[in-house]
């Protein structure tokens, strides 16, 4: 009798309707963990935050009174300033190559199995950070003030992007699809989950529009203001 009781027990516990389903965040069925998750916000910070480097470079030649010599040589002032950013930004993408293979070698992160497209939305963050920091260090007047402005950007779009916490509420995510940040990170999650071609040339097409844009934007600035001592 109590066996028949416990076995009624079960079954009326088994035919309870379920009031939580399942999901998936694609159609693969895969997810991402947050050493993934992480890594790739802290990558795209690391990123951002190479544009100092430039600005601190700029105006170290103008602090130092260097710029006299340098513009006294037979070289234009656009390939001083060129090469400047040039030689960063190469600097800048091995420093990621290398962030990358040690985090996948050191901590087991996969980064997925694009690894050119990867390349690719480092070299497009790289070129975001340049021209952000081009375009603040022409219209700042110290380079304390340039390099406060650029940090301040660089928060203000890792939180927005949700690269600090995942952020919930339309209000923020919408703000976070105008930084560089966002799509460079859904591109970067879209790859380690192995998703389709389309939707990570989607993002990464995305963040190539705002790096052309944001490259437009310092090469006005730099024709307007230059690069003088």
């Known amino acids: ?3 028949r009781n416990l076995a ?10 379920s009031y939580a ?3 998936k965040l694609n159609d693969r069925g895969d997810t991402y963990t947050s050493s993934q998750y992480y890594a ?9 935050y190479s544009g ?19 513009q006294s040589m037979p070289v234009s002032n656009a390939a001083i300033f060129g090469g400047k950013v040039l030689g960063c930004s190469f600097v800048t993408v091995i420093q990621a190559i290398l962030i990358v293979a040690g985090s996948s070698i050191l901590y087991d992160v996969d980064w997925g199995n694009h690894v050119w497209l990867l390349m690719l939305v480092c070299v497009l963050i790289t070129l975001a950070s340049m021209t952000i920091a081009i375009i603040v260090s022409l219209i700042s007047k110290t380079s304390s003030m340039a390099s406060s402005l650029i940090q301040a950007a660089i928060i203000l779009m890792t939180f927005l992007s949700g690269g600090f916490t995942p952020l ?17 990170l859904q591109g970067m999650l879209h790859m380690m989950l192995n998703a ?11 963040l190539g529009a705002i790096s052309l844009g944001l ?3 310092a090469m006005i600035a730099y024709r307007k203001v230059g690069y003088h001592a």
């Open 168 to 184: 919930h509420g339309d209000f923020f995510k919408t703000l976070g699809e105008f930084t560089v940040n966002h799509w460079a």
């Open 40 to 48: 790739a916000s802290m990558l795209i910070m690391f990123l951002l």
């Open 1 to 3: 009798m109590l066996g």
């Open 52 to 70: 100092l480097t430039v600005c601190n470079s700029l105006f170290g030649e103008k602090d130092g009174h260097t710029l006299y010599r340098l």
């Open 8 to 17: 009624n027990s079960r079954n009326a516990v088994n035919e309870r309707p």
């Open 196 to 206: 389709e071609i389309p939707q990570i040339i989607t993002c990464i097409g995305i």
């Open 215 to 217: 490259s437009a934007a």
């Open 21 to 23: 389903e399942k999901g």
